[in-house]
């Protein structure tokens, strides 16, 4: 059966699109028939993260009844099949979010999984994308705005009926004035089933257009991702953890 989650946050910026590219890219490698699909309507940028060429058909083509949401699914070299949204101002002029739910039903079926790449805010366009999806994957950083505005989404998935699959806890930099995870799991009320620390790696990735998975697949940060997605699919897996120590960093720089 096809899990449809959507990824979504309240704030902007704390890594909804990165925990997409990167989780959809782990479940296909660990075989899970994934698809991931921009409901970011607004800005859309799933496709720069994961490094698909600019593609005839979009979400919005389909939203606007123009095409099938098969014309519009790219399949990544990975095998991860990808739905951009269109990037010119006249896509969004003339979509509206409104048949998300009739078209996210279409992708139901086939695939394991459908990987949601939601806007921030509870605008209309969230809103539609949670409610249209099954599951809630909620992405925050360990710091007060962005729980809070995590918290009002969770709120709104659980008045819509959308169960809410755990917390990504993205950005962590284990200083001391950051929110520790227990701390976010009383204030969110939900599990954190991924921590993800701060790392410059994940940026590099994005600068090759690449999710980190794909760019270093074996790096601590890939790792953690990876065992993320093990856990959803039901997979074993035991990531490996361990950070580089000082020589094998200046080593890697050299490289
Ligand atoms: N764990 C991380 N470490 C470092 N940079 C990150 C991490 N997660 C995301 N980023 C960076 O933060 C920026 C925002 O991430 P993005 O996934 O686009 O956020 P959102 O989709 O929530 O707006 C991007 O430049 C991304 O590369
Ligand atoms: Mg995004």
């Known amino acids: 059966m096809t899990r449809l989650i959507c990824v979504s946050s309240g704030k902007g910026g704390v890594g909804k699109t990165t925990t997409t590219a990167n989780i959809g890219a782990a479940l296909s490698q660990f075989g899970a028939d994934t698809v991931v699909l921009d409901a970011n309507l607004t800005n859309p940028n ?54 998300l739910a009739d078209v996210l039903l279409d992708t139901v079926g086939e695939p394991d999984f459908v990987l949601v790449d939601s806007a921030a805010g509870l605008g209309n366009e969230s809103i539609n994308a949670i409610e249209a999806s099954d599951e809630l994957l909620v992405v925050t950083n360990p710091n007060l705005p962005a729980v809070t505005d995590a918290l009002k989404t969770v709120n709104v998935a659980e008045e819509a009926g959308t169960k809410i699959m755990g917390v990504v806890l993205n950005m962590v930099k284990g200083h001391d004035s950051e929110l520790d995870t227990s701390e976010v799991e009383s204030m969110i009320g939900y599990e954190v089933v991924a921590e993800i620390p701060h790392h410059e790696k994940v940026e590099e990735a994005l ?49």
């Open 46 to 99: 799933l496709g720069f993260h994961i490094g698909i060429p600019l593609y005839p058909k979009t979400l919005h083509d389909v939203l606007k009844g123009d095409a099938h949401i098969t014309e519009a699914m790219y399949i990544h070299d990975s095998g991860l099949r990808v739905v951009p949204a269109g990037l010119s101002v006249e896509d969004l002029r003339d979509t509206s979010p409104d048949n």
């Open 207 to 255: 600068s090759m257009k690449k999710p980190v998975v794909h760019h270093e697949p074996d790096h601590h940060v890939s790792e953690r991702f990876k065992g993320a997605a093990a856990d959803m699919a039901g997979f074993e897996y035991e990531p490996d953890l361990t950070e580089p120590g000082l020589f094998e960093q200046l080593l890697g720089r050299f490289r």
